[in-house]
């Protein structure tokens, strides 16, 4: 193991800061949200013996989006078995593709059952991170709070945690009721309401068919059309709860099954190989067996490659469509009127309210707040022409600071969790170095993450995700910073090692 002497400019400040009398306690672990990856993570640096944890979450609960993902028919088009922790199975699932609930049930259960709830604070909003290159220690300003300090920091706010209303002209003119996707009013009646709904990605999918059979009207703006496959959900017998519970290597080998299935699709998703071409093929019978309509049809018929942007798994969008209340609008929107919608040919759409299925704002040339590192650096700043990372989870600059679902590390076609769990098992073996080792830091090589990147950048331009079309896995100017190019075996393996050559260890 190479020593490297604290070099950083803030170095000389070190004793004098050792010497305040008035030092807070530095918090072992600070973990960033209390979502999936903040609970998983607490759990495994739990196991690993790392028990000096704080996790602080902005809202009043956890479940990150799942919390947040509330509108009818909010469910995950990844199959529960697969879309859960490995550690962490649960025998009860009651559908193939469980519903948000039953999701953000199963992770109060993981913060109950694992006893993680006097670790969390809740309602303490992150504001900003500085690094103290001297001490070794980051502190987390936070709104209208006391800092914390800690020795190590876990983002794990969620790539998907910042829904706003899109910049449309006109939007603050509407006088009619405004619903984003991931921010529900539960309180609002659409029985016999007349509602426009903008968007048609993974939510809007699964919103309008529960909107169809309560509103009087539904208008969907369609920007785009993607590529919809079907999703084969089931309700789960009772005989497969009960051998789960009683035989837990049973329901392990099933998602087993599961994982290879999903890492199959990727031949096609990821890449244009031959598979490529019969799931299109799919695509279009599918569409063709529901869609009777040929205008309608060509109205819906993708001009991108399968995979480029995210699938849509769904049976029922193509018959809400279809149904004598709704209506596919395919001009685009001019602007936002007092009274609702204006499509570019000239028609104003009046409406009572507008549904905005219009996705997230998605750090990719940005971190959620400020973020300061080694001598002042700024993360935003360097992040701005497209954020990278090495391995997905540290950054050159920044040590003792870890990323969950950070740079290129998003899957197409498998469960986010089997990306996350190995991310997790990375960051608890990083972080237990740092403690074996007594160290201040491990910051990681400017020269490692740069030849990592240009790898990955190398293998990206080869994927569909990079073949054309605009999805929120890209930058304005194209730059992919947020999709891992590779099977999550591949993510996985280059997880498992910890190349101690490619840090600075102080
Ligand atoms: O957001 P999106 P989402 N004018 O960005 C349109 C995850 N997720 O909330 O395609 C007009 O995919 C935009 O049009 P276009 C999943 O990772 C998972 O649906 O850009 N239209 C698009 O149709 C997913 O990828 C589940 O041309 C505008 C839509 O709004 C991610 O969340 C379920 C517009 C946005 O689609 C985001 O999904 C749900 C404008 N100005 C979500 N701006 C699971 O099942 C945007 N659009 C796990």
Known sequence: MTQYLDKAPDAGRRSRKAADPSAVKVVEVLIVGAGFAGLGSAIQLR???????????????????????????????????????????NPGWTRGYSGSREILAYIKGLARDHDLLPLIRFQHNVEALHFDGGEGVWTVTLTG????????????????????????????????????????????????????????????????????????????????PGWVLPRFDFQSPEWTKALFAKLPVSQTAVREAMYWIHESMALGMIWNTPMTKALEILGNRFREAQVKDAWLRRQLTPDFKIGCK???????????????????????????SEKGIRSVEGLEHQVDCIVFATGFEVSKNGTPFPVHGLGGRDLNAEWSGGAQAYKSVQVSGYPNLYFTFGPNSGPGHNSALVYMESQIDYIVRSIGRLAAGKLKYIDVRADAQKTYNVDIQKRLAKTNWNSGCKSWYLSADGFNSTMFPGFATQFAKQMATFRERDYRLV
């Open 310 to 336: 995210r699938v849509l798994m769904t049976n029922d969008y193509y018959p809400a469509l279809q149904k004598p209340n709704c209506e596919l609008i395919s001009w685009p929107i001019a602007n936002i």
């Open 145 to 224: 709070r006391e800092p914390i300090k800690a020795r190590s920091v876990v983002m794990a706010q969620g790539p998907l945690s910042n829904a706003g209303f899109p910049n449309m002209r006109g939007i603050e003119t509407f006088q009619g009721k405004k619903i984003h996707s991931a921010r529900w009013d539960h309180s609002y009646d659409f029985a016999g309401k007349r509602v426009a709904v903008i968007g048609t990605g993974a939510s809007a999918v699964q919103i309008i068919p529960e909107l169809v059979k309560v509103a009087d009207k539904v208008k969907v703006f369609q920007r785009t």
């Open 47 to 89: 196991k690993a013996g790392i028990t000096d944890i704080a996790i602080v979450e902005r809202g009043t609960e956890v479940g990150g989006t799942w919390r947040d993902n509330q509108y009818p028919g909010a469910a995950c088009d990844i199959p529960s078995n697969l879309y859960s922790f490995s550690f962490a199975q």
